[in-house]
């Protein structure tokens, strides 16, 4: 999100163009979360391949509700303290106007309210690919509702909201490295060192079942992130959307074949799970800085993105913490990197006039990128693992070791994802109805 | 009679259903199957982690035959299912008691 842009204008009118790119941009990051529960849910085993999914659509439903009822307004409405926002008008977005403007901005308020709720929406999912296999549902469900209450709109106000600390102070965070990617990977990281690890790891195979479905997700993650990062500029008056537009998919290329080429070289071959995860660590990295630096810096910063967020996935192993699906490793390496790297790439061409390092700027810009991480950082790796505490406590976080192994898609979703029965299988108590009904009709065929 | 097993790479079967056609075998059977033998399967890498697979798919091919054809028949799908590169599989041959043709009834010799 930019930080004290003004427009051309001095008093902004309603911009036709402008509002109907911006709620194209909504629906593209909506995108994200469905292609993100099958980035995630192809990674999983056979048996929690729809839990995976699940975890990421009821983020839909939950987060959409609070947006409207109070999030909205706890994280875009009136600053109080730097810390959190609240405007009466935003509670149920009741009094707002259908075409009053965001503030400095030629869109409706509605319009830049549906675009963060995408945002809102698809970062507590984000969470859920380190919490693969093993955690209640309903658990799940009461952690995004505490969490997108107590940690994403507060991060989100201080990044993003006009008074926000951090907003303040000059942090650069286009699009959601800081308050989507750091702050959703190092909850993941809070979170799991509560909950433990899954049952089996690293003496069972816990191979992705299905890749071909990681790169649908992969693709379509690629696809929606345009309106995330392109729509984050709120317009089209000046270029700078256009510029993160190309600065999005130069990063992303230049991430994944750095990824494909470091596991070439370390480990003999091009994986398909790499391409899809350096593409990711690449979208991730030029989230915070794409509106920052040039199209060579974005290859630089995808590049470094992908090597390190590539080094950084083995990490779980060494230090045995069970990040199922490397959200620390991709999302909240790839964040760090992106937004301290800002420090040293950023132009003072583009989103703002703040140079980084190899541009003339010092290091002002770099303390201001790590003053915004470390917070965001400590502060949501904290209030997670507090949270997963007190849940855990109370209602409990995890399934039983048997309901774990047998499959959590069974017992937590009455379902399973494929049907391996084959011709004639499935030996299974059927209701009377269908199989009558389909005796009746083939009758009516001989006849 | 005998029972020829061959457990083989799966892309061979056409060679060897070719072959043993052409050797006048009227009848066999084909299942899908997995294991090892000496090479002990492949490895996998995800993220960095390696994964060994021992099971890799093969394919089973059974075939009746009289006494006097077993050697001969075995010669052939050996020679069918080679390429020479590890994990071409085995073949062996078993004594077999009596075998019955359902739809009729012969038995022995007869029933193949």
């Known amino acids: 999100m930019p930080p004290g842009i003004t427009l051309a204008a001095d008093t902004p009118t309603l911009s036709a163009a402008n509002t109907g790119f911006m709620l194209i941009c909504s629906a593209l990051v909506m995108i994200m979360t469905p292609g993100l529960a099958f980035f995630y849910g192809?990674?999983?085993r056979v048996k929690s391949t729809l839990n995976m999914l699940m975890m990421s659509f009821i983020s839909l439903g939950i987060v959409t509700i609070l947006w409207v009822l109070y999030g909205f307004s706890a994280a875009f409405g009136t600053d109080h303290g730097s810390l959190i926002g609240w405007s009466s008008d935003y509670v149920g977005l009741s009094g707002i106007g259908l075409t009053q403007l965001w503030d400095g901005y030629t869109i409706p308020i509605y319009v830049f309210a549906v675009f963060q709720l995408m945002f809102?929406?698809?970062?507590?999912?984000?969470?859920?690919?380190?919490?693969?296999?093993?955690?209640?549902?309903?658990?799940w469900a009461l952690f995004i509702t505490l969490w997108a209450t107590l940690v994403y709109f507060p991060v989100a106000h201080w990044v993003w909201g006009t008074g926000g600390w951090a907003f303040d102070l000059g942090v650069i965070d286009f699009a959601g490295g800081t308050a989507v990617h750091i702050n959703a990977g190092a909850a993941a990281l809070g979170v799991i060192l509560v909950i433990g690890k899954r049952v089996g790891f690293k003496k069972d195979p816990m191979r992705p079942h299905s890749l071909p479905l990681v790169m649908l997700g992969a693709g379509l993650l690629w696809f929606g992130w345009f309106g995330f990062n392109a729509g984050s500029w709120l317009g089209n008056d000046d270029g700078v959307g256009a510029l993160m537009f190309v600065n999005t998919q130069v990063a992303t290329a230049a991430a994944m074949l750095a990824w494909l080429i470091y596991e070439k070289i370390r480990h003999g071959a091009c994986t398909t799970l790499g391409a899809a995860s350096g593409?990711?660590?690449g979208l991730v990295a030029i989230t915070p800085s794409g509106g920052s630096c040039s199209p060579l810096g974005a290859i630089a910063i995808g590049a470094i993105a992908g090597v390190l967020c590539a080094m950084a996935v083995g990490l779980k192993y060494r230090f045995g913490y069970d990040d199922s699906l490397d959200v620390v490793g991709v999302h909240l390496v790839g964040g760090v990197i992106g937004s301290l790297l800002i420090g040293f790439f950023a132009t003072g061409g583009g989103q703002s006039d703040a140079q980084g390092l190899f541009y003339g700027g010092g290091l002002t810009q770099l303390w201001k990128q790590l003053a915004g991480v470390g917070a965001v950082l400590a502060y949501s790796l904290v209030a997670s693992a507090i949270l997963a505490f007190l849940i855990d406590k109370t209602i409990g976080m995890r399934v039983s070791e048997d309901d774990e192994v047998s499959g959590?898609?069974?017992?937590?979703?009455?379902?399973?994802?494929y049907d391996f029965s084959g011709a004639g299988g499935g030996t299974a108590s059927r209701s009377a109805g269908p199989v009558q009904e389909a005796a009746a009709q083939t009758k009516k065929v001989d006849a | 009679m005998k029972l020829i097993t061959a457990v083989v790479k799966p892309h061979r079967l056409d060679e060897i259903k070719d072959?043993?056609?052409?050797?006048?075998?009227?009848?066999?059977?084909?299942?899908?199957a997995s294991g090892y033998g000496r090479q002990r399967g492949h490895t996998e890498v995800y993220r960095g982690a390696e994964y060994t697979v021992d099971l890799v798919p093969k394919i089973r091919i059974e075939v009746l035959v009289e006494d006097d054809d077993a050697e001969q028949l075995i010669d052939v799908v050996v020679k069918a299912a080679r390429t020479g590169k590890i994990g071409d599989g085995k073949v062996w041959a078993v004594p077999v008691e009596t075998a019955v043709r359902v739809r009729t009834g012969e038995r022995g010799p007869d029933a193949l």
């Not at chain 1, 999912?125 to 549902?137: H, M, Y």
């Open chain 1, 42 to 44: 192809g990674m999983v």
């Open chain 1, 279 to 281: 593409a990711v660590a």
């Open chain 1, 120 to 139: 809102a929406i698809i970062t507590p999912a984000l969470i859920s690919g380190a919490l693969a296999d093993r955690v209640k549902f309903s658990a």
């Open chain 1, 408 to 417: 959590i898609d069974q017992v937590e979703h009455a379902e399973t994802a």
């Open chain 2, 19 to 32: 072959a043993l056609q052409a050797f006048g075998v009227q009848g066999l059977t084909v299942t899908e």
